[in-house]
């Protein structure tokens, strides 16, 4: 008796005696076989009181009734197990895990993680719970797919309107929605709605500590740059000077991002190129008015900025900006700057309140 290439069917032979025997292993063997699924690939041992038809995937390491059975499909029929040996292709859903296997010749192997295979689970309505392309998708990661490149396109078969929108949506602003950038699945960047509804870009250098790049309000479309040092300060009191340069006691800030500013002095957090400007405000201190005011920015305690600037004064100045100077310099981190005044005759005042330093990083 010779049995059918591919299943392993017999066949019944001429003048065959009891052909019905025949016929009926063929039926038995195409039932277990047909839309194959097994309750368990995982057992060794034979299970207790099994039911008639079931059928499992006896594990390596097969004992009792399936000893030498490792990886074949044992089928229990009239009583006691047959061995069912598969064929290269046959695919098998296995029930206690719920995963589709096939058989490449020497293992089973879960179309999941076979390179190559795409496994969907939970289409019977067109609605997917889970699609893996090309990898394993579980209930975190929904959707996985290992490609070189991805491709979304507008609908040209159908056709669309020639559009392509990607929504990204979350639960409430508390939440995130975004996108992870990832180097070799450890995090270096975030971009999207983190935490709140402003557009935000943050990046980390190890994926626990994260500095805020730039953020866009949603409200006004104000775009900042939280980690480019900002500086407004002034000074609240009317500061002496005579003849000779003092260093302009700017003692109070408005704003001072990188907590770089510290008895007058702003140290530069990082190279890079700045926005540097000051305001000098005049207070008479006599009668007699000095000639003119003068001011400098020095950095590191020696060096001009800009050329000292000056203005010519008199008593009607008295408590009004009198020299304002804003310019662009490229400075390297740990740099001093620091305002200085005096006047080219007599002497008076620095103005509390109008007499202001500013900084701020632009690159």
Request: aromatic letters at 10%.
């Amino acid at each position: 008796m010779t049995d059918t290439p591919h299943l392993g069917l017999p066949l019944i032979e001429a003048s065959q005696a009891q052909k019905h025997v025949t016929h009926n292993e063929a039926i038995v063997a195409l039932d277990a076989i047909v839309q194959l699924s097994v309750m368990s690939a995982s057992l060794t041992d034979p299970p207790g009181a099994p039911a008639e038809g079931d059928r499992y995937i006896p594990a390596t390491g097969a004992t009792g009734a399936w000893a030498g059975w490792d990886l074949n499909i044992a089928l229990y029929t009239d009583g006691a197990w047959s061995k069912i040996v598969p064929r290269t292709g046959w695919r098998c859903y296995v029930e206690a895990s719920g995963k589709l296997y096939v058989w490449i010749g020497a293992a089973w192997t879960d179309l999941a993680a076979a390179g190559g295979f795409l496994t969907i689970v939970g289409a019977g309505n067109g609605s997917l719970s889970q699609l893996g392309v090309n990898a394993a998708a579980d209930n975190s990661n929904r959707l996985a797919v290992k490609s070189n490149q991805v491709l979304l396109s507008h609908d040209d078969i159908t056709p669309g309107n020639g559009s392509l929108l990607v929504v990204v949506n979350k639960e409430d602003a508390a939440k995130d929605a975004g996108f992870v950038f990832q180097d070799g699945f450890d995090t270096r960047a975030l971009i999207g709605l983190l935490g709140d509804d402003k557009f935000t870009f943050k990046v980390t250098p190890d994926g626990d500590t994260f500095f805020e790049a730039f953020t866009i309000d949603q409200a006004t479309g104000a775009i900042s740059f939280p980690q480019m040092p900002k500086l407004s300060a002034y000074i609240n009191y009317d500061h002496y000077a005579a003849l000779t340069y003092v260093n302009t006691d700017i003692n109070n800030e408005d704003l001072d991002t990188a907590n770089a500013f510290a008895s007058n002095v702003f140290t530069v957090p990082r190279t890079g190129v700045y926005r540097l400007g000051y305001s000098l405000g005049f207070k008479q201190n006599s009668t007699n008015v000095p000639a003119a005011m003068h001011a400098r920015l020095l950095k590191n305690g020696t060096d001009e900025l800009l050329p000292a600037a000056s203005s010519s004064i008199s008593a009607a100045n008295s408590g009004k900006i009198v020299i304002s100077v804003e310019s662009i310099f490229s400075l390297a981190a740990s740099d001093t700057v620091q305002l200085q005044h005096k006047f080219a005759t007599l002497d008076g005042y620095a103005a509390a309140g109008i007499t202001r330093l500013w900084a701020e990083q632009l690159l």
